[in-house]
């Protein structure tokens, strides 16, 4: 197990690797330049010369690459051409703010999205299953910068209930902090709480025929336990492949909801940062987007472990038996 | 109390998908004192596993649903029960045992957890004395270093290894009646003969009843009391394993003897089958069932049901031509050239 994680730390590196280099290049294959965007258009000409050969950008591109490598191996991330800021510290200010989010999305999707999936499995072809099924194909569908908009009308502008925009401090209480929590958790767990219920659904559906849940009927155990216990850890597996892919592409940022709510996390970083042709910011944000994606692909893969005994890990080619 | 364990009277079970209804198991009867076994012998298709598995009421419904007769086990009449005190009859007073072990175990849990759950369930005892006893009822059922395979997974057993904890799961409580549906058939010949003898053991010494479910006859002699063979949701015969198996009545149990592969079966000649295949059970079928693949149909077989007799003491059939007036020579019937069928 040891040897097995080891490894596939190793592995990260090309990984992340070769996630640099696509950024270095997609960055620099956007048109405009920071330079320019960030003097406005008033600029002089000179202005505009001057800050591009400070800012390095003068030179060839394939020195830019191995600068920007060579400061990466020395743990220097760059500081930001339009923040003036070293990249750590906006990504040390901005990425709590995402992790809270994601983790409240998170928190909802599971809880509504894996019962619902349950039950709809439990009573196929019912009225339930049929709405579950049903609001749960208009959750995977729904565009949520659309949905955002329409809670903030209805919620903030037409209630009040909410504030519409923000993320609240600690300082003005906790309840201030939750409201302004609510609504962007909401707009960014939809998706997730459908795709949840939908896969548990077909997970769970492909389980209760099985042998082993007669099996467990036969024993007189309630039905309870054997929808939870001997279902639905059996349906877990696709459940959790799901869950690794929904917590990365949440911890990097929800750049719509983020930008609606104007959040302060990870997505808007990354959207203002494009705006400004902030290469270095954009690169970096990316590169640890990435970093956080294998990161948990890795903890999802040892969890896969502990859900089913059958699988066992080698450090072989092969990976698994 | 009487020696009655278990009565079935005209059970009938139906499917239904779509607008298709399936009559799975049409009017099914039959007895079982307590100790004794029965087996139940049929082709794919003749509604003996929908038979045994209604007994448990473990029919998925939808789309399954009993739709008739009566279970009386001691003197309850378990289609009458609650869900919640049919749950203790489930493993507790009736067990069940599976085709195929190696999907019929839990793969996500540990042997020894699947058998201190029934434990659990229907037994008073703490978790170290269900230990305990699940550590026992695998040394029971021959399995070795019990205590080490306690905490193995389902999969690192083999087949016949597998089948034995089912089997331990099944006996964990001392149930009355133990159902065995088509226990063997998932496994080695060298296996089979095993799991038979252990459940013999074990049935001796816990005095439980079996009803072995089978399409080997071969299994039904070497070990049940009583035999009832089934063909396309009915019962064509019935009568003790002595009298079935020297004097059988219905053609359709010769098919089934004609089929089995014996020491007496030449090599060089062909083997013998019953041609066609069973009926469809979604169609309504007229007269004998069995009437379309039978060698000695004649019209009234097509037209008329034919009433379940006792042709010999303790003797049942449903054939036309065999009551206490009129017997059909089987030797006929093999020399026939079968021209005659009717489709």
Redesign the interface.
Same mark, same amino acid.
């Given at each position: 197990m040891g040897k097995y994680i080891f490894s596939r730390l190793i592995n990260m590196i090309p990984t992340l690797f070769v996630v640099a280099i696509i950024v270095f290049l997609i960055t620099r294959m956007i048109p405009g330049d920071p330079a320019s965007v960030m003097l406005g258009p008033q600029a002089s000409r000179e202005d505009v010369e001057a800050l591009t050969e400070a800012l390095g950008l003068n030179e060839p591109i394939h020195i830019q690459f191995l600068q920007y490598i060579g400061n990466l191996l020395k743990g220097h991330f760059g500081v930001s051409l339009s923040y003036n800021q070293p990249i750590t510290d906006l990504i040390i200010n901005r990425f709590p703010n995402t992790v809270i989010l994601a983790v409240s999305a998170l928190i909802i999707a599971f809880m509504i999205g894996v019962p619902a999936g349950i039950i709809s499995a439990s009573k196929q072809?019912s009225l339930i299953d049929y709405s579950i099924t049903t609001i749960s194909l208009i959750g995977v569908s729904m565009p949520i910068f659309w949905l955002g908009v329409m809670l903030v009308l209805y919620f903030s502008v037409n209630l009040g209930w909410f504030p519409a925009t923000g993320m609240g401090s600690m300082a003005d209480g906790f309840i201030s902090y939750l409201k302004h929590l609510i609504l962007p958790s909401i707009t960014l767990a939809t998706i997730p709480t459908a795709t949840f219920a939908r896969i548990t659904r077909s997970s769970m559906l492909e389980v209760i025929?099985?042998?082993?849940i @007669?099996?467990?009927?036969?024993?007189?155990?309630?039905e309870f336990i054997v929808i939870f216990k001997?279902a639905f850890?059996?349906a877990f597996n696709p459940l959790l492949t799901v869950l690794g892919l929904q917590i990365s592409s949440l911890l990097g940022g929800a750049v719509l909801t983020e930008t609606i709510f104007s959040w302060p996390g990870m997505g808007l970083l990354i959207i203002d940062a494009i705006e400004k042709r902030d290469f270095v910011v954009v690169q970096s944000t990316v590169l640890f987007i990435a970093l956080i994606f294998v990161i948990v692909n890795l903890v999802v893969d040892i969890l896969y472990k502990v859900?089913?005994? @059958?699988i066992s890990y080698s450090t072989n080619k092969g990976g698994t038996k | 109390m009487s020696d009655m364990l278990l009565k079935v009277e005209n059970l009938e079970v139906q499917f239904r998908s779509g607008s298709t209804l399936t009559k799975a198991v049409n009017g099914v009867s039959f007895s079982l004192n307590r100790k004794e076994n029965i087996g139940i012998v049929g082709e794919s298709g003749s509604g003996k596993s929908v038979t045994a598995t209604s007994l448990l009421r473990l029919i998925p419904d939808p789309p399954g649903k009993i739709t008739g007769g009566k279970i009386i086990f001691e003197d309850k009449d378990l289609l009458k029960l609650s869900d919640k005190a049919m749950r203790k009859i489930r493993g507790n007073e009736i067990s069940m045992i599976f085709q195929d072990p190696s999907t019929s175990l839990n793969p996500v849990y540990t042997v020894g957890n699947q058998i201190v759950e029934s434990i659990e369930t229907h037994q008073h005892l703490n978790r170290k004395e269900a230990k305990e006893k699940a550590v026992h009822m695998l040394e029971l059922v021959g399995i070795p270093e019990a205590r080490k395979r306690f905490s193995m997974y389902p999969h690192e057993f083999s087949g016949g290894m597998r089948q034995r904890v089912m089997i331990a799961i099944a006996l964990a409580c001392n149930p009355k009646l133990l159902i065995a549906d088509e226990p063997t058939t998932a496994l080695d010949v060298t296996v089979q003969a095993q799991i038979l003898n252990l459940m013999k053991d074990l049935q001796h010494s816990i005095d439980t009843s079996i009803i072995m479910i089978t399409h080997d006859l071969g299994v039904i002699w070497e070990s049940c009391d009583k035999v009832l063979v089934m063909y396309a949701g009915n019962v064509v015969e019935s009568g003790t394993v002595q009298e079935i198996h020297d004097n059988p009545l219905h053609p359709y149990t010769w098919g089934l003897l004609d089929s089995q592969i014996t020491e007496s079966v030449s090599s060089e000649e062909e083997l013998s089958t019953i041609p066609g295949s069973p009926p469809d059970l979604s169609l309504d079928i007229s007269g004998c069932p069995f009437a379309a693949r039978c060698p000695f149909a004649e019209e009234i077989c097509l037209e008329k049901t034919p009433e379940m007799i006792e042709a010999a003491e303790g003797h049942f059939t449903a054939c036309h031509f065999q009551t206490k007036e009129h017997r059909l020579d089987r030797k006929e019937a093999k020399v026939d050239d079968r021209s005659n069928i009717k489709s």
């Open positions: 072809n025929t099985q042998d082993y @007669k099996t467990a009927r036969s024993k007189g155990i309630s001997h850890k059996n859900v089913n005994p @059958k | -």
